[in-house]
């Protein structure tokens, strides 16, 4: 599976524009393999949001190949993305997406409800990430009872809970102080050390440095970079 993990070939993306067409990726070309912590460095306009949506299956390309762990993307039908978005990629955002209503727990556990899994089981595994993630205390406590840390913490958890084979994480600390957003990327080096791959999308030289693998956005085209010299 090493060489057919994650691989995009000649990827393209453009929006019609009234009578014009815009193209916002150009030929991308990418492998990330398992295991692998890879952040995907660009600023603002660079392409890099409309490559993560690629990436998460949120999107199709106007041209090219993406393979997902052997899946053809594009030959799948509506019903088979929406399975892989719910099972097999892990999404983390910037604004950390929890439900008020709902406490961490069953917060964690909403994607196992969309997976069809008991409630027990539900329960179970929501308990076991919230562990993980250093949260055991926090099982009853709302959203707003918790720091934004903690929250991006839940989050995690939630994106972990089904056992992907993918984490996606948009800005993650783009919500955080830097303090908290250190904090937040030493949980992601803890997590990629256990073997679970994750991929990062951020502006932020110095969040990117926290990866293994940078590879640089620009006008549409990936370049790769180092750590180093991100």
């Given at each position: 599976?090493?060489?057919e993990?994650?691989?995009?070939?000649?990827?393209?993306?453009?929006?019609?524009?009234?009578?014009?067409?815009?193209?916002?990726?150009?030929?991308i070309?990418?492998?990330?393999?398992?295991?692998?912590?890879?952040?995907i460095l660009?600023?603002?306009?660079?392409?890099?949001?409309?490559?993560?949506?690629?990436?998460?299956?949120?999107?199709?390309?106007?041209s090219?190949?993406?393979?997902?762990?052997?899946?053809l993307?594009?030959?799948?039908?509506?019903?088979e993305?929406?399975?892989i978005?719910?099972?097999?990629?892990?999404?983390?955002?910037?604004q950390?997406?929890?439900?008020?209503?709902?406490?961490?727990?069953?917060n964690?556990?909403?994607p196992?409800v969309?997976?069809g899994?008991?409630?027990?089981?539900?329960?179970?595994?929501?308990?076991?990430?919230?562990e993980?993630?250093?949260?055991?205390?926090?099982?009853?406590?709302y959203?707003?009872?918790?720091?934004?840390?903690?929250?991006?913490?839940?989050?995690?958890?939630?994106?972990?809970v089904?056992?992907?084979?993918?984490?996606?994480?948009?800005?993650?600390?783009?919500?955080?102080?830097?303090r908290?957003?250190?904090?937040?990327?030493?949980?992601?080096?803890?997590?990629?050390?256990?073997?679970?791959?994750?991929?990062?999308?951020?502006?932020?030289?110095?969040?990117a440095?926290n990866?293994?693998?940078?590879v640089?956005?620009?006008?549409?085209?990936?370049s790769?970079g180092?750590v180093?010299d991100a």
């Amino acid at each position: 599976m090493a060489g057919e993990f994650f691989k995009m070939r000649g990827i393209v993306k453009s929006y019609r524009m009234g009578d014009e067409e815009q193209v916002v990726l150009k030929g991308i070309d990418l492998d990330i393999q398992p295991g692998e912590f890879l952040s995907i460095l660009g600023p603002s306009g660079s392409g890099k949001t409309t490559l993560m949506n690629l990436i998460g299956c949120l999107d199709t390309p106007t041209s090219g190949e993406y393979i997902l762990d052997g899946q053809l993307i594009r030959a799948l039908s509506e019903k088979e993305l929406a399975r892989i978005r719910s099972r097999e990629i892990g999404f983390i955002f910037q604004q950390f997406q929890l439900l008020p209503r709902m406490t961490a727990q069953k917060n964690v556990e909403l994607p196992l409800v969309y997976a069809g899994v008991g409630a027990a089981e539900r329960a179970q595994r929501a308990r076991e990430m919230l562990e993980l993630v250093g949260l055991a205390d926090k099982l009853d406590h709302y959203p707003n009872q918790l720091s934004g840390g903690q929250q991006q913490r839940v989050a995690i958890a939630r994106a972990m809970v089904t056992q992907p084979n993918l984490l996606l994480a948009d800005e993650p600390t783009g919500a955080l102080d830097q303090r908290t957003g250190r904090q937040v990327m030493q949980l992601f080096r803890e997590i990629n050390a256990q073997g679970h791959t994750i991929v990062m999308i951020t502006h932020d030289v110095n969040i990117a440095k926290n990866a293994s693998r940078v590879v640089k956005i620009l006008d549409g085209q990936l370049s790769e970079g180092s750590v180093e010299d991100a």
